[in-house]
């Protein structure tokens, strides 16, 4: 592949995949998006790990980012609050990498080693996205570590929430040993029936008792430690004066287990150990898959996955990197470009332009002054700045809202299908149950009433209804998470169904943060827009072309004394007129009523208005609102933005919809819970932390994000803000699931009717239910993933 001697015409990117719009990148005949890129491939080629790239097409990640600063990691006690262990030689430290996502990541991260021998072994865990690097310490620096996963464009993220440890509150091993056990003694069960189901010579009669005591041995863990969870469950529900699905499950495996010891004990039976062993297996494989989740993605985070590990300590004139935790009162810091304020500080110095939309809401950056309070959470705009501690951390503005009663988690009361039918299925299962056995009583036969109890309770057990739930809303979150849908679990599918009432947040939300548009506030005759447009396109800086985009094609003038003022603006004349175009200052224009940074235009004297670059309504806003208008959804809009372009947004949210603005978290909750309490069942789609109170609260939360490895509020799922004009076809696949699980639970009621058709009489045979249960469980779970995979194609979700 690396030998090619001809240059390919492909226009994707041979390292990431993206598109090639600067062909200058080439390297070994490949064609590549940018440098970055490009000096992927050339370190991973010097070191003989081409095969990267055969494994798998465009395997890479872009590496058009910015490098973020590592000096923090050289600071003795911020490594020994990330690493997992270290001695005076070695340290191992657990990554958590969000570009993990193909079978060449994990190659090219487990031979790491080639790249620098210092790293002596690295294991990838997949599923999680993570990676466990063992490596020399004394040679190999932890930030030599981290820039060397920089440059092969394998980023981790690393935040005082620390992702990789929260994940490792998640234990199923439990669960799978449980599995285990019920597997291995299903099998063992089955093998040893087999005889009994197809005649047996006399050779095997022989042992036929022996084969008995074998199966009542493979039964007791399967009944005492596989199936203990049912069990507690069961009890635990009665104790509350309820009936859940556990309660007949339970009741089921005992009555099962009960009737085979007493048959095989008695000689009278063989009993049902292999059917019980396999109504354990499958009911627990069908709990696993319900607990199936995200381990790369956090749904429960925090203030503290959105501050940085380390800020820049200004000490007798010199910088030093110091771990957020040790900032005190008084200290002085530098906050560089993009970068977070850690705590609410006073400016001393430098311009500071803070984008505080991620806390309030609101889209326009704010400057502050020098000697002004610059409050947690808002993000430099420009250049970098000196602030004085105030507040610690731990009493800073953002951790007091966090804190704040609008941000704790609420208990979300919500009845499943098979939680609603359970109350009812219990009761007639025992009902039945119970009259079998009281006719056959009756009838003056106690030998077949008590079979005929037990055959009721055995062949009526509700496997093949507690399996639809969890196959069909697995299938589902598989669907999800290919359109790009991340949802927390599978029960969250259920409550999205049922959702009848929509509230949208504004800022980063329904507007995207990565595409803005340029408005103009004022008036322009036609000769001043060919002045502005002869003035700007003399400038290469990027609002300069915004606002030629803007202004559209016009006629250009010849402008002379031209002089540009970096940071600042640009002026220029045309025979009696004066143009100037840029900042306030720069135009002399007040700006005290005007929050954010907005670039004036000035002719000859006259402030003629003022453009400003605002994030743009994200794709398909408009159809979104229409579709769910169609499906007669309620639809509001709460935003801690603003009025600012209000009369657009009443053009594409219904008539009778409620749209809010200057809206507090607490304001947020209110509402929401006002909108509860009328009976609606509510989801909020927000994305910043003055959402996080009322994503908690409402029925549903979605936290929008164009990207999910950074920072979102606690939520009931992540949507990936380039599907959010799936929305639509998300809700209706919601309600398609629910309906494939109403249809699968009457499929299984038709299995029990023809089970009890047999079981009241009381001649039922093992090999009857060791045939009937089975393939009922087979039966449900093929035609919930077929029927859920249907209604995603019916969606445009596959």
Not at 210 to 226: E, K, Q
Not at 241 to 261: E, K, T
Not at 370 to 386: D, K, P, S, T
Request: hydrophobic share 40%; net charge neutral.
């Amino acid at each position: 592949m690396l030998a090619d001697t001809k240059i390919t015409t492909h226009t994707a990117c041979f390292h990431c995949g993206d598109a090639v719009t600067d062909t200058s990148y080439i390297l070994d005949a490949h064609q590549f998006c940018c440098l970055g890129c490009q000096t992927v491939y050339q370190i991973l080629n010097d070191n003989n790990l081409k095969s990267y790239y055969r494994y798998n097409t465009h395997p890479g990640k872009a590496q058009k980012t910015k490098k973020e600063d590592l000096s923090y990691l050289d600071e003795p006690n911020i490594m020994a609050r990330l690493v997992d262990y270290q001695d005076d030689k070695i340290a191992l430290i657990t990554f958590y990498i969000p570009a993990i996502h193909c079978s060449s990541c994990v190659w090219l991260l487990e031979n790491l080693y080639k790249l620098n021998p210092a790293v002596k072994r690295v294991t990838v865990d997949f599923m999680k996205k993570q990676a466990n690097i063992t490596f020399e310490k004394t040679d190999f620096s932890l930030r030599s570590l981290v820039d060397l996963l920089y440059k092969i464009g394998y980023d981790p993220k690393i935040t005082l929430q620390d992702v990789v440890k929260e994940s490792k509150k998640i234990n199923q091993n439990s669960l799978i040993a449980k599995i285990t056990v019920a597997g291995f003694c299903f099998g063992n069960s089955m093998m040893i029936s087999f005889p009994e189901y197809f005649g047996m010579d006399a050779f095997e009669r022989e042992y036929a008792q022996f084969f008995g005591y074998m199966n009542l041995a493979f039964g007791i863990p399967v009944l005492l430690y596989s199936a203990s969870d049912y069990f507690k469950s069961a009890w635990y529900s009665l104790k509350q004066q309820r009936l859940n699905l556990d309660v007949p499950l339970a009741l089921g495996i005992l009555v099962l287990f009960m009737r085979s010891a007493f048959e095989i004990l008695s000689q009278t039976g063989a009993g049902f150990m292999d059917t019980l062993c396999s109504l354990v297996f499958f009911i627990l494989i069908g709990k696993y898959v319900q607990q199936r989740t995200y381990h790369h993605i956090s749904f429960e985070r925090d203030y503290r996955s959105y501050f940085p590990v380390a800020v820049t300590l200004l000490k007798e004139g010199k910088e030093k990197p110091t771990p957020l935790g040790d900032l005190r009162v008084g200290d002085r810091i530098m906050v560089r470009n993009n970068e977070i304020i850690p705590a609410d500080a006073i400016l001393l110095k430098g311009t500071a332009a803070v984008d505080f939309s991620f806390v309030t809401g609101e889209s326009k950056p704010v400057s502050k002054v020098l000697g002004e309070i610059v409050y947690a959470g808002g993000r430099q705009l420009g250049e970098a700045i000196e602030l004085e501690v105030i507040k610690a951390v731990s009493q800073s503005y953002l951790t007091t809202l966090w804190n704040n009663e609008s941000f704790k988690t609420y208990e979300k009361k919500f009845d499943t299908f098979v939680g609603l039918i359970s109350k009812y299925f219990t009761v007639a299962l025992i009902s039945i149950a119970l009259l079998s056995a009281l006719i056959w009583f009756n009838a003056g036969d106690s030998t077949k009433a008590w079979a005929a109890f037990t055959a009721v309770l055995i062949i009526a057990c509700p496997c093949a209804l507690a399996l639809s739930s969890p196959f069909t809303l697995s299938a589902a979150l598989s669907i999800f998470d290919k359109n790009k849908m991340y949802i927390k679990n599978t029960g969250a599918i259920e409550q999205m169904a049922a959702i009848d009432t929509l509230v949208f947040d504004k800022t980063g939300t329904i507007s995207s943060p990565n595409v803005s548009s340029m408005y103009f506030d004022g008036t322009l005759t036609a000769v001043e827009k060919k002045l502005l447009y002869s003035l700007c396109r003399n400038s290469i800086h990027p609002l300069s072309r915004e606002i030629l985009k803007w202004l559209g094609s016009c006629e250009a003038l010849q402008i002379t004394a031209y002089t540009e003022v970096v940071g600042k603006g640009q002026y220029g004349e045309f025979q009696d007129y004066k143009i100037w175009v840029g900042s306030a200052a720069f135009v002399g224009a007040t700006s005290s009523a005007i929050d954010g940074s907005v670039i004036y235009v000035k002719i000859n004297q006259e402030i003629k208005g003022y453009f400003s670059l605002e994030q743009s309504w994200r794709e398909g806003l408009n159809e979104v609102v229409n579709n769910f208008k169609k499906h007669r959804y309620d639809m509001h809009l709460i935003s801690g933005d603003n009025e600012r372009r209000g009369d657009a947004l009443q053009l594409i949210f219904p008539g009778n919809a409620s749209l809010r603005f200057n809206q507090s978290p607490a304001d947020k909750l209110e509402k929401i819970t006002q909108w509860q309490q009328e009976g609606k069942r509510v989801c909020m789609l927000g994305d910043g932390l003055n959402d996080a109170g009322a994503l908690r609260k409402a029925d549903l939360g979605i936290a929008v994000s164009d990207d999910i490895n950074n920072f979102s509020p606690g939520c009931d799922a992540i949507l990936d803000g380039i599907s959010f004009r799936k929305l639509p076809q998300f809700f209706a696949f919601s309600k398609d699931a629910v309906k494939v699980i109403k249809m699968s639970f009457i499929i299984s009621i038709l299995y029990n009717i023809v089970g009890l058709s047999f079981a009241v009489q009381g001649t039922m045979s093992p090999l009857f239910a060791a045939i009937l249960m089975p393939i009922s469980t087979v039966t449900i779970i093929s035609f919930t993933s077929l029927m859920t995979r249907q209604y995603a194609k019916k969606r445009d979700l596959l």
